[in-house]
T-cell receptor, first 112, second 115 residues
Framework: NAGVTQTPKFRILKIGQSMTLQCTQD?????MYWYRQDPGMGLKLIYYSVGAGITDKGEVPNGYNVSRSTTEDFPLRLELAAPSQTSVYFCASSTRGRNEQFFGPGTRLTVL | AQSVTQPDIHITVSEGASLELRCNYS??????LFWYVQSPGQGLQLLLK??????LVQGIKGFEAEFKRSQSSFNLRKPSVHWSDAAEYFC?????????????FGGGTRLMVKP
C-alpha cells in the first residue's frame, strides 16, 4: 500500500512551458486535492475532486487545470508556467470530506 | 471566513524540554482540527485530530493537543522533546463542506531542537 504518490519530485521549467504533475493514490479514496505550499503561508487549495469525473476550483485555481478520469489518478496541469507558480505542490486524498487527508511527498517546481 | 493562526514562526527548545506550539482558529461552526508534521523534504503526516468528544487528544510520537472552545485554541504539546522532532508543524481547521472540503492551514511553526 503506497498511499499517495507524486511524480516528479523536482522540476525546473522555463516561463511559458507546460507540464503535468502526476498524483496517484491506492487507498480507493473518493476525495482528492491539490495544494501549493509557499514559505510562511501554509498550504492553499488549488483544485479538488469528490469522485471520478467531478472536479472543482479551490482557493487559488488560476493558471492550473485538473482532470479526474479514474478514482486513482488526479493530475494537475500547468499550461503556461509563470514564476509565481514556483512552489511545492502536494496532492492529498481522503475517504470523504470531513475526514483526515493523506498527503503525498510533494513536487518542488521552479519556474525561471 | 475561517482562518488559522500559528503565532510562532520559529521555536527552539533543548532536547528533553517540554514543548507547546500554539494554534488559534476562527471558524463559524464546530471545527474539525488537525495537527500535521512535515519533516524536511517530506510530505505532511497527521499527528492527531479532534472531531468531537474528549477535548484532550492523544496523537502519535508522544504528542497531545487540547481543544479549548472558549479560547478558540488547539495547542500542541509534548512533555519531552527528542532531536527527531525537529520539523515544521501545521495546524489546520475544517474541512469546509461548502468549499470543497478544504482544510485551512496555519502558516506553520518551525521547531529546532538543541542538543
Amino acid at each position: 500500500n503506497a498511499g499517495v504518490t507524486q511524480t516528479p519530485k523536482f522540476r525546473i521549467l522555463k516561463i511559458g512551458q507546460s507540464m503535468t504533475l502526476q498524483c496517484t493514490q491506492d487507498m480507493n479514496h473518493n476525495y482528492m486535492y491539490w495544494y501549493r505550499q509557499d514559505p510562511g503561508m501554509g498550504l492553499k487549495l488549488i483544485y479538488y475532486s469528490v469522485g471520478a469525473g467531478i472536479t472543482d476550483k479551490g482557493e487559488v485555481p488560476n493558471g492550473y487545470n485538473v482532470s479526474r478520469s479514474t478514482t486513482e489518478d488526479f493530475p494537475l496541469r500547468l499550461e503556461l508556467a509563470a514564476p509565481s507558480q514556483t512552489s511545492v505542490y502536494f496532492c492529498a486524498s481522503s475517504t470523504r470530506g470531513r475526514n483526515e487527508q493523506f498527503f503525498g511527498p510533494g513536487t518542488r517546481l521552479t519556474v525561471l | 471566513a475561517q482562518s488559522v493562526t500559528q503565532p510562532d514562526i520559529h521555536i527552539t527548545v533543548s532536547e528533553g524540554a517540554s514543548l507547546e506550539l500554539r494554534c488559534n482558529y476562527s471558524y463559524g461552526a464546530t471545527p474539525y482540527l488537525f495537527w500535521y508534521v512535515q519533516s524536511p523534504g517530506q510530505g505532511l503526516q497527521l499527528l492527531l485530530k479532534y472531531f468531537s468528544g474528549d477535548t484532550l487528544v492523544q496523537g502519535i510520537k508522544g504528542f497531545e493537543a487540547e481543544f479549548k472552545r472558549s479560547q478558540s485554541s488547539f495547542n500542541l504539546r509534548k512533555p519531552s522533546v527528542h532531536w527527531s522532532d525537529a520539523a515544521e508543524y501545521f495546524c489546520a481547521v475544517g474541512p469546509l463542506e461548502n468549499a470543497g472540503n478544504m482544510l485551512t492551514f496555519g502558516g506553520g511553526t518551525r521547531l529546532m531542537v538543541k542538543p
